[in-house]
């Protein structure tokens, strides 16, 4: 899975290239008065393209980042892409055509063990834990992971993180993935959700908004978070290039502080607060369910109180890893995780 991923991935940066040569949380303390937003873009700001994952609110301190200004106020003018897939980002990343992609830390364990010279590097952690929830046909107060047994899941693709994440758990529980359970693997990742409720399966792996879609619509309710259970797992990290970051260390400070300023936003408001400024960012969800989700992320501890990727975290994810033997040899923490920017940050 992992050749095939990054063989696409870098066979396609190396034509894109060719062309281009030829782009404590405290809820006490008061909320902080709104500034204006601008749209003008100063003359002197640095252009920096942001390829993001997906546009989740699971990635709300980096939204609450964008709304409230701070990469403009750190002379960055912003553009954020989103590439519907860590393939596509990591791709966007290594063709040149993003400064700066926002994905799972695997791709780039994925991209230096496929030998990139000129590999990516994560310069800044934002989740420490998974965004996807179990969900039942029925409440379940007192659920235990074996009640999966002899059951039928709706899970996520082979080789990406939701999948991996729930399979870590199973195996940390005792369950065996291949007899106890049967896990259907054959529906894409955003109709999950659509074929629980229309019947399919017993219980579904969704993330947001999937979740608190089937809850609000009375087909569906959560009774487990994978990101609890599976404990502090860097599920989405910001990365560059080890030749841009080199470059362009000024423009990764600067990116970090504004990441900084957001973490710090989602730390010291609460979900009500959070989900209004972020509200614009998702235009198509009312600010009930926006509310709703953040909720959820934020009372599992989602988001880090600093960008640091700790060493314990980075070898946990390559754990999990070779548990879905999606991984053959562990990458050295030391190339693949600079925490220089973070810490400045977090001072």
């Known amino acids: 899975m992992k050749k095939r991923f990054l063989t696409l991935a870098l066979v396609t940066a190396i034509s894109v290239t060719s062309l281009l040569a030829c782009s404590s949380k405290d809820e006490s303390k008061p909320a902080k008065p709104q500034k204006e937003k ?13 390829n993001e994952v997906a546009h989740s609110i699971f990635y709300a301190p980096m939204y609450v980042a964008i709304e409230e200004g701070y990469f403009e106020d750190e002379g960055i003018n912003l553009e954020l892409v989103t590439g519907f897939g860590a393939d ?33 590097v994560n310069f800044a952690q934002l989740t420490q834990r998974a965004g996807n929830f179990l969900v039942a046909r029925e409440e379940m107060p007192d659920f235990s992971w ?29 369950i065996d993935i291949e007899k106890d359970l049967t896990i259907n693997q054959n529906i894409d990742f955003g109709s999950t959700a659509a074929a629980f409720s229309e019947g399919q399966a017993d219980f579904t792996v969704e993330f947001e908004p999937g979740a608190t879609t089937l809850e ?20 989405t990290a910001f990365s560059a290039k080890k030749s ?22 989602v730390q010291t408001h609460t979900p009500e607060e959070i989900a209004k400024i972020i509200a614009p960012q998702f235009k198509e969800t009312d600010l009930s369910t926006i509310t709703t989700i953040v909720t959820r992320y934020y009372e599992q501890e989602t988001w880090k109180e600093n960008l640091i990727f700790e060493k314990e975290s980075f070898e946990l994810l390559q754990n999990i890893l070779e548990s879905a033997d999606e991984l053959t040899k562990r990458a050295p923490y030391e190339d693949l995780v600079t925490t220089d920017f973070a810490k400045k940050a977090a001072k």
């Open 244 to 265: 841009y970051i080199e470059k362009n260390k000024d423009v990764i400070q600067g990116f970090t502080d504004a990441l900084q300023k957001g973490m710090d936003y």
């Open 216 to 235: 609000k619509g009375g087909k569906g309710y959560v009774i487990a978070s994978l990101g609890e259970d599976s404990g502090y797992v860097p599920y």
């Open 146 to 174: 074996t009640d999966l047994k002899g059951k039928t899941v709706l899970g996520g693709r082979k080789g990406g993180m939701p999948e991996m994440v729930f399979e870590y758990i199973l195996k940390q529980k005792g």
């Open 38 to 50: 601008s749209t003008e873009i100063l003359p002197d700001s640095t252009k920096v393209v942001l």
């Open 88 to 120: 596509k980002s990591m791709t966007a990343v290594l063709s040149g055509e993003a400064d700066i992609g926002f994905m799972g830390s695997e791709a780039s364990i994925y991209t230096y063990n496929e030998g990139a010279n000129d590999y990516v």
